[in-house]
């Protein structure tokens, strides 16, 4: 367990006690999800917490982690995954519930992640809104995509203002812009730094950026920024929101997100990753087929935008979870509310 990565801020002051912030969580997921739906034109749809493996549906992260499984009495011989992320349940509910152009749907996700490594801002309990919209195959462009991303920017701006005026004292203020910029960029600009450094970096800067092309190799070090499962964005036209957080003084992911893989896309991306058996499975037969709309979609992060607006130090303080007992003992000497 990576305790040593815990950053204990000088002075904290949580600002709010605990029933004032499980109030002030309410408040953020209520509002934001009404709003978030709003502007995109999303409905909220009811979603599996498990998938079967043999389906593919549910999301490999970065090729690594394992999901949690079981077995169940109705499916003998089947294993039953934990789902990561519904990145690719999404598309195939958009075309079995017969969403139409430029509709889309947004689901309240809980996800375990046993692997994680537990520090600030990372938890085995995910939940995220996880949303998906149908495009048109001439609107897979960045054009699209950062369009999309200044309508979420706009949505997390409007609720810290609402927020604001219920807990003036304790809202953790945003910059107004988000801007954007490309792994290569990142890459040419401070080569030897690591990607996670160059990110620290853009966004003390910029305070709000989205981190373009993640997922192929890069031109200098042949590497990838950071891992991206190769069958559902693409690598080309995705990204994350990153917003610089002063309070711990290093950079804050909100939601990933991007332009779905193509037929073409896909085939690629798997190529590339070494993953061509997974052309067999179902969700992946359907898309090289055409059979699956073209979409765009994303997470955002919930815990993780209470955390950002409430100005906490440990995403414990807005999401109950299971915690080292050397981290809960730190948190606890430094006034950090760990629920």
């Known amino acids: 367990m990576l305790i040593m990565s815990l950053i204990i801020p000088q002075d904290y002051d949580p600002k709010l006690s605990i029933r004032d912030t499980e ?39 970065n090729g690594v982690e394992k ?11 089947e294993t039953i995954e934990v789902v990561h ?12 519930y017969g969403f139409g152009m430029h509709e889309g749907l947004y689901t309240n996700m809980n ?33 699209t995509l950062k369009a999309t991303v200044r309508q ?7 609720i810290e203002r609402e927020l604001w005026e219920l807990y003036p004292d304790a809202v953790y203020q945003l910059p107004d812009e988000i801007h954007f910029v490309t792994t290569q960029e990142l890459e040419d600009r401070w080569p030897d730094l690591t990607p996670m450094e160059r990110e620290d970096k853009i966004a003390k800067e910029l305070g709000a950026v989205f981190v373009m092309k993640i997922g192929d190799k890069l031109k200098r070090s042949g590497k990838p920024h950071d891992g991206r499962a190769p069958d559902y964005d693409d690598w080309q036209l995705n990204g994350d929101i990153i917003f610089w957080y002063k309070p711990l003084q290093k950079k804050l992911e909100i939601s990933s997100m991007g332009i779905r893989v193509s037929p073409e896309s896909m085939k690629e991306q798997l190529e590339k990753a070494g993953e061509e058996a997974r052309e067999k499975l179902p969700f992946h037969q359907m898309l090289l087929k055409g059979e699956l709309p073209y979409t765009i979609g994303g997470g955002i992060g919930q815990s ?18 299971v915690w080292p007992q050397e981290m809960l003992d730190k948190c606890a000497a430094s006034h950090i509310q760990i629920l």
């Open 67 to 77: 999901p949690v499984s079981f077995s169940m009495k109705g499916l003998p011989g």
């Open 111 to 143: 996800a375990i992640r046993k692997d994680e490594d537990l520090d600030n801002f990372h938890s085995i309990y995910v939940d995220q809104w996880d949303w998906e919209k149908i495009i048109a195959k001439e609107e897979r462009t960045e054009t």
């Open 23 to 61: 109030a002030a969580i309410r408040f953020i997921r209520e509002n934001f999800q009404d709003e978030f739906g709003h502007e995109l034109h999303l409905q909220r749809m009811s979603a599996p917490m498990f998938v079967e493996k043999g389906t593919g549906l549910n999301d490999n992260l």
């Open 85 to 96: 992320s519904l990145a690719k349940w999404k598309r195939m509910a958009l075309k079995k």
């Open 152 to 158: 979420i920017f706009k949505v997390i701006k409007k």
């Open 304 to 321: 993780r935008l209470c955390m950002l607006l409430l100005g906490k130090a440990h995403v414990g303080e807005v999401q109950a979870s």
